[in-house]
């Protein structure tokens, strides 16, 4: 467990994982109906370049400088980073922290779901999937809800519009009867493998595609129904397209936590190895059997079902 000590002339303080990872998620929850009231008028590009390449929507650099403020100047976090910064900034001592500050804001224009993510790591940046203490996303969606996993449950929180949150589910688990499934990526860049394994789950007549381009959200539905989401390697981006610290070890973290399984392809997502806070990995999760079955296609291998 990391302590982080504080002193001051008069006090000296000390804080444990456990109440850090609860102000970190009290500050989600309190920042998310700003950003959420924030976005009207912001869903514009910036003429900025983020690491990866693309040009954040003015909305993306609200939400990071927001997030960035708070959790930076929590006693406990020693270091913040987020996709919209090329490095982690040093923010004293104690967890690390990592969030995706908008994920899926390419759904600003069209007015669909959208997500915040955070990851909580007990190590500097980049860290391991096994150095993960905590991961939560915060949804805006029809309404806007928080799910957490914190020491291997998972629950899932409304958020009210004065950020104070209450429980709607204490333990959310995968349900074992998969019934939707949502790939992203071009379908023409999709190798002949993965093509072949997304056949077979369209030719299941209990499976539904359920797609809407913001992964929380996707991951949200497999999350409430059973199921599978993916962002696979790409024949022209083998490494996919989401970040491993920010999207792929908190989101694989959260479903295995939910009794469900991740997967880069051929391992846990919580296995990969990242040694820069940008690496890309594919992200497979949902229903156990169903990334089981994936990773066997994958390999080459017939499904056995
Ligand atoms: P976005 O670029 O809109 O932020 O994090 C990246 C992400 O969204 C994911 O939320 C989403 O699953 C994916 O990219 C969508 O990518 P495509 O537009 O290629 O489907």
């Not at 456990?18 to 970190?24: F, P, R």
Request: proline share 6%; hydrophobic share 35%.
């Amino acid at each position: 467990m990391t302590e982080s000590t504080a002193d001051s002339e008069s006090e000296s303080f000390s804080l444990t994982d456990d109440e850090i990872i609860n102000s970190i998620l009290d500050i989600l929850a309190r920042t998310a109906p700003e950003i959420r009231n924030g976005l009207p008028g912001r869903r514009v590009k910036t003429n900025e370049e983020n690491p990866s390449g693309e040009s954040p929507m003015e909305a993306d650099v609200f939400a990071d400088e927001l997030l960035r403020n708070r959790l930076g100047s929590l006693d406990g976090i020693g270091e913040y980073a987020s996709e919209e910064r090329s490095s982690a900034d040093d923010t004293g001592s104690g967890l690390s922290v990592c969030i995706d500050p908008l994920d899926g804001s390419s759904n600003l224009k069209s007015n669909a779901a959208m997500g915040t993510i955070a990851a909580v790591y007990d190590a500097p940046l980049p860290a391991r999937g096994s150095d993960l203490v905590a991961a939560a996303y915060v949804l805006y969606g029809a309404t806007t809800t928080m799910i957490a996993a914190v020491e291997g449950n998972v629950a899932d929180y409304v958020i009210y519009q004065d950020g104070s949150y209450e429980p709607i589910e204490q333990e959310v688990r995968v349900p074992s009867e998969p019934t939707v499934y949502g790939f992203g990526g071009r379908v023409p860049n999709w190798p002949r493998d993965f093509n072949s394994f997304v056949s077979d789950i369209e030719s299941d007549t209990s499976m539904k595609l359920r797609y809407g381009g913001a992964m929380v959200g996707d991951v949200n539905q497999v999350l409430t129904y059973g199921g599978i989401f993916g962002y696979p390697a790409l024949t022209n981006a083998p490494s996919g397209k989401l970040r491993v610290q920010f999207e792929g070890y908190p989101i694989g973290y959260i479903i295995e936590c939910a009794g469900g399984a991740s997967s880069d392809g051929s391992q846990s997502l919580l296995a990969v190895e990242s040694n820069d806070i940008h690496d890309r990995t594919p992200v497979y999760v949902g229903t156990p059997s169903l990334v089981e079955r994936l990773e066997g296609a994958l390999a080459g291998k017939a499904d056995s079902e």
